[in-house]
């Protein structure tokens, strides 16, 4: 691995971005680019590797997608054959692919690329239909982007750039043979993007069997935020645990409060005792299906239910604007 210095620039104007995906930038109201924003494009669109450590809420999905955006509507397309997409972004979990592919969709909004997502524990037919269809950016986890390839309703034969993003929760999440799996599958001549938070033994060897002579950028979570947030322990015994956290939730008048639980039947356990006591709760977690889950955090953004409880691996990565309150139940 190698490190590169990169220029850093304060306008989107002056990063090199096609005019429509300024426009959509412009739209999506950002005036500045975030730091990890004003490193990674111009890395990105000098066709480089990339190794970067970020967090989410850095803007680092914005980070990669603008520049892949403009990369692909910069290339004269050669193959516009069915389910064969020319930009693999990986991710853990379904959420993550979901929020990534929303936000290849808002600054895309006015190239003529196509993008879609695939996920497990949802329906695999409407999958395999949309990849029957042309395809320039493919959102993906892991499992079930390698049971589509099994079926041979994806090719990866015509990858020009892949995203491993949040690559730390993926190996934590014991993706890795499905991470060499899914490589093997890849064309050699291709631009690889690495994003991770953090660095261990594991996602320096994936980095550097992957990465060919990467620019290095790591950012903080902007300090700004972390300022901005009061943080209070309550000690308290196991069973006092609940009447204080709705006592708190009363008393307070919280609309809208995110629960860390260690297990899935904590989370479980805790959503009853609090609709006992009349706040409106739901959990997230891996036994969830997909479909209620989406609806959990739905209705959770939308402000209809109060409480929105979920283990961490479930919870990693969700973006909620403004979450006025989040409780680590289990510390
Ligand atoms: P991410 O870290 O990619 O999950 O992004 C975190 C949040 O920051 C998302 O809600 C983005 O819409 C928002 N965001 C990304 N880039 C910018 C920017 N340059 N200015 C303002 N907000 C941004």
């Known amino acids: 691995m190698s490190s590169e210095v990169i220029n850093t620039s304060t306008n989107f104007n002056d990063l090199g971005l096609a005019e429509p995906i300024l426009r959509a930038i412009n739209d999506a109201g950002y005036t500045t680019p975030t730091p990890i924003q004003a490193k990674a494009i111009p890395q990105v ?24 955006l403009h990369i692909l509507s910069q290339k004269p397309v050669t193959d516009l054959s069915k389910g064969r997409p020319r930009c693999l972004m990986l991710t853990p979990t379904r959420e993550l692919a979901a929020q990534i592919e929303e936000s290849v969709k808002t600054y895309g909004k006015y190239l003529p690329l196509t993008s879609t997502v695939i996920f497990g524990g949802v329906n695999i037919n409407p ?146 005792q609090l609709e006992k006591d009349g706040i409106t709760a739901m959990a997230i977690h891996g036994n969830k299906s997909q479909s209620a889950r989406t609806k959990a955090l739905a209705e959770f953004k939308d402000g209809k239910i109060t409480v929105l409880v979920a283990t961490d691996i479930a919870a990693r990565g969700i973006d909620i604007d403004q979450l006025p309150h989040v409780v680590n139940y289990d510390l």
């Open 45 to 68: 669109l000098s066709g480089g590797d990339l190794l970067a450590g970020a967090q989410t809420g850095t803007g680092k999905t914005a980070g990669f997608t603008l520049p892949i």
């Open 127 to 272: 999958q395999i239909s949309r990849l029957r269809k042309p395809l320039d950016i493919l959102v993906a986890t892991p499992g079930r982007l390698l049971d589509l390839m099994s079926q041979n309703c994806v090719s990866l034969a015509n990858i020009e750039i892949l995203v491993l993003d949040e690559a730390d929760r993926m190996l934590d999440m014991g993706f890795l043979r499905d991470i060499k799996k899914i490589l093997a599958a890849l064309p050699k001549q291709r631009q690889n993007l690495l994003f991770s938070a953090t660095f261990s033994t594991e996602i320096k060897a994936l980095a550097d069997g992957l990465l060919n002579s990467p620019a290095l950028i790591e950012v903080a979570r902007s300090n700004s935020t972390n300022e901005a947030i009061a943080q209070l322990i309550h000690p308290v015994d196991r069973n006092q645990k609940h009447p204080l956290l709705a006592h708190l939730i009363k008393s307070n008048q919280w609309q809208q409060v995110l629960v860390f639980t260690r297990t899935k039947h904590g989370a479980n356990k805790l959503v009853t």
